[in-house]
């Protein structure tokens, strides 16, 4: 049986998917802030 795919199953993914590949943890919280058009919570 599958599992259903969501948004914030999907954005986990892409974040580790970055963290393992040597981006820092501020630039993706950055990345998701710029694609949703909203502040970052830093």
């Known amino acids: 049986m599958a599992c259903a ?3 914030h ?3 986990h ?3 580790m998917h970055l963290l393992q590949n ?3 943890l501020e630039e993706i919280t950055k990345f ?3 694609k ?3 502040e970052p919570n830093l």
Request: hydrophobic share 55%.
């Open 22 to 24: 040597g981006m820092d």
């Open 13 to 15: 993914s892409i974040a």
């Open 36 to 38: 949703f058009g909203i």
């Open 5 to 7: 795919v969501t948004l």
């Open 9 to 11: 199953g999907l954005r």
């Open 32 to 34: 998701w802030a710029c």
